[in-house]
């Protein structure tokens, strides 16, 4: 059986996008959603501009790897009709809901108050409605479930100012109107890996043991916050149930271009994209907040690892 450390393989193309070849002038590019449009893997970026503000980009890829062509205008961005994104747009994750035929976009809106978590819907990534804001601040690190449960639409996210450093969930019935967050996943305490704060990454992926959650944990150290990526499994008709939780971290800054950049030691993961013919999943995360990187696993390890774990 695979371990922690052997799960994911980096690609050898990483990293697959730096602010370098960006068609016009940025400051770094990182925490990308990402979803296949067709027969194109399109990863929906965050960029950070050189006055410090974030937006959100497309880039599109054949093989979800390599020849990435990347749109010479944000997807969205600031416009001053949104104050509560004067500060900008941040990471993002794309849930594509069968029910409403289009994808949910979850990102972070940085506005005066702080932090809060807004929702935008596309059908083609090519043109996005805003649906608005739906937790406000300090509120980040939202995902959204491709299905109802139990009639209801489910978000996790981090409502940092009340609740602490945890994810949790809310659920709504109309996607606009949310009821009170329920406790999911918590920072585990001591000199864990991810004692200091979790978060959700991508959208959980549904398989036939449960949810399938990658998600981000922190540990402070005296050179900053060190950002790793871990696993857990959810109940798929009570995802707040967490069945299994890795003990270790299965991704962390290590290599060069993860080690190295504006925020030193960061793996953030944003995106996931499961190629079911060929058993894979191409997990896409921030570097340094500097850079996007790919790994790779196969998605059946991943599961036989997790089912290994101890209860969450």
Known sequence: MSTSASLFTRHPANPLLTPERWPYSINAVMNAAATVVGDETVLLCRVEDRRGFSHLTCARSRDGASNWVVDDHPALAYDGTHPEEEW????????????????????????????????????????????????????????????????DWVLFHRPTSAQGADVWLSRSSD????????????????????????GMGPPPLE????WLVVYHGVRQTVAGGLYRAGLALLDLEEPARVLRRSDEWVLGPNADYEVSGDVPNVVFPCG????????????????????IGLATARCSDVLEYLLACPPG
């Open 88 to 151: 900008g747009l941040e990471d993002p994750r794309a849930t594509y809901v069968e029910e409403l035929g289009r994808w949910i976009i979850t990102y972070t809106a940085f506005g005066r108050e702080g932090p809060g978590v807004s929702l935008a819907q596309t059908e083609d990534f090519k043109s996005f409605e805003r649906l608005g804001m739906v937790m406000s601040p300090e509120d980040k690190n939202a995902a959204l479930l491709p299905r109802r449960i139990g009639g």
């Open 175 to 198: 996607l606009k109107s949310w009821h009170s967050p329920e406790r999911v996943l918590g920072r585990r305490q001591g000199g864990w890996w991810d004692a200091a704060r979790v």
């Open 207 to 210: 398989t036939e043991h449960g």
């Open 272 to 291: 996931l994209v499961h190629d079911a013919g060929n058993d894979t999943l191409f997990l896409y995360y921030g570097a340094a907040d500097t850079r």
